[in-house]
């Protein structure tokens, strides 16, 4: 399956969003990247939540990662069309 830039991005827009309302509903303050799974886990009382909370984590990295990477091959595609532009 392949999906492209401005699909990525649409996705990782409605992670972030229901994952700020998870963030909202259970007040998480994690005060770094590293603290964000055991504040999770001490405030989120719910199973079905804290899940899904660990499911949108998991989503928005793979998804993140994918979109960075597809970034970064259309900037060099960009790059070589130029290079050979001016070749020619």
Not at 21 to 26: F, H, P
Not at 28 to 45: G, N, T
Not at 52 to 58: A, K
């Amino acid at each position: 399956m392949s999906i492209s830039f401005t699909d990525a991005q649409k996705k990782l827009e409605q992670i972030t969003a229901e994952m700020l309302e998870l963030i909202r509903k259970y007040e998480l303050d994690a005060e770094s990247p590293f603290d964000v799974i055991p504040v999770a886990r001490a405030k989120i009382d719910n199973q079905q939540d804290y899940i899904r909370f660990l499911e949108l984590s998991i989503e928005g990295r793979i998804y993140g990662e994918y979109a960075d990477a597809l970034q970064k091959q259309l900037d060099e595609d960009a790059k070589q069309a130029v290079t050979q532009k001016k070749l020619h």
